[in-house]
């Protein structure tokens, strides 16, 4: 298996534009989390799914942020308007029963100018 | 909400010396991983602790799990430059993965 996918790996965007991340799980794994890592707010868990729904999203921001999980293959974290704030490497995990090990991508590291 | 707290957030070590990092949550935790994230890449899986007062060895590395499931500790023997990284203790509860802050290591050889 090929592990978690993101894309793109690096975005580098202007203020007020919309940006959208996206990330392929491992093939059987149930749930889907959505991480921001910054130096300052260290890791932080964004949203995380069950068999594509979102159960949590306590975590996401504000409004300016949303994530969608159409099929148990793809997930989508957008944000629209960025902001400079936002600038932060985000990741997305997977794994299988939901307490288990998590498999994280590799990253997307945003920049917003 | 739930918070792990972990300490200290640097270390420096001499090649070869002992170190410890110690993870604390403010509610009692299902289980506790840990994770290693080395410069510039993604956290890792380490392992993962379920049953009160448990201790796991990896090699150099001894893990613990407190009898109260409200800490956890993570002890390194004989550091190596290959140690060098961020470890990060995760709380779970609820299917949530609650991160510490890490502890980033640094090693002089």
Same mark, same amino acid.
């Given at each position: 298996?090929?592990?978690?996918?993101?894309?793109?790996?690096?975005?580098?965007?202007?203020?007020?534009?919309?940006?959208?991340?996206?990330?392929?799980?491992?093939?059987?794994?149930?749930?889907?989390?959505?991480?921001?890592?910054?130096?300052?707010?260290?890791?932080?868990?964004?949203?995380?799914?069950?068999?594509?729904?979102?159960?949590? *999203?306590?975590?996401?921001?504000? *409004?300016?942020?949303?994530?969608?999980?159409?099929?148990?293959?793809?997930?989508?974290?957008?944000?629209?308007?960025?902001?400079?704030?936002?600038?932060?490497?985000?990741?997305?995990?997977?794994?299988?029963?939901?307490?288990?090990?998590?498999?994280?991508?590799?990253?997307?590291?945003?920049?917003?100018? | 909400?739930?918070?792990?707290?972990?300490?200290?957030?640097?270390?420096?070590?001499?090649?070869?010396?002992?170190?410890?990092?110690?993870?604390?949550?403010?509610?009692?935790?299902?289980?506790?991983?840990?994770?290693?994230?080395?410069?510039?890449?993604?956290?890792?899986?380490?392992?993962?602790?379920?049953? #009160?007062?448990?201790?796991?060895?990896?090699?150099?590395?001894?893990?613990?799990?407190?009898?109260?499931?409200?800490?956890? #500790?993570?002890?390194?023997?004989?550091?190596?430059?290959?140690?060098?990284?961020?470890?990060?203790?995760?709380?779970?509860?609820?299917?949530?993965?609650?991160?510490?802050?890490?502890?980033?290591?640094?090693?002089?050889?």
């Amino acid at each position: 298996d090929a592990g978690v996918i993101q894309s793109p790996r690096h975005e580098v965007t202007e203020m007020g534009q919309e940006v959208t991340l996206r990330c392929k799980p491992i093939s059987g794994h149930d749930y889907l989390f959505w991480y921001r890592q910054t130096m300052m707010r260290g890791l932080e868990l964004l949203i995380y799914f069950n068999n594509n729904v979102p159960i949590d *999203d306590s975590g996401m921001p504000e *409004d300016r942020f949303s994530a969608k999980m159409p099929n148990a293959s793809f997930s989508t974290l957008k944000i629209q308007p960025s902001e400079p704030r936002d600038s932060a490497v985000y990741f997305c995990a997977s794994s299988r029963q939901g307490i288990g090990e998590a498999f994280f991508g590799q990253g997307t590291r945003l920049t917003v100018v | 909400g739930q918070q792990v707290m972990q300490i200290p957030q640097y270390q420096h070590v001499q090649e070869g010396e002992d170190f410890t990092t110690y993870c604390n949550s403010s509610t009692t935790l299902s289980n506790i991983q840990w994770y290693k994230q080395r410069p510039g890449g993604h956290p890792v899986f380490l392992i993962q602790l379920v049953k #009160s007062g448990e201790v796991k060895k990896q090699k150099r590395l001894t893990f613990q799990f407190g009898e109260a499931k409200k800490n956890s #500790s993570l002890h390194i023997t004989a550091t190596q430059t290959t140690d060098v990284g961020t470890y990060f203790c995760a709380g779970v509860n609820d299917y949530k993965l609650s991160f510490g802050a890490g502890t980033t290591v640094t090693v002089r050889a």
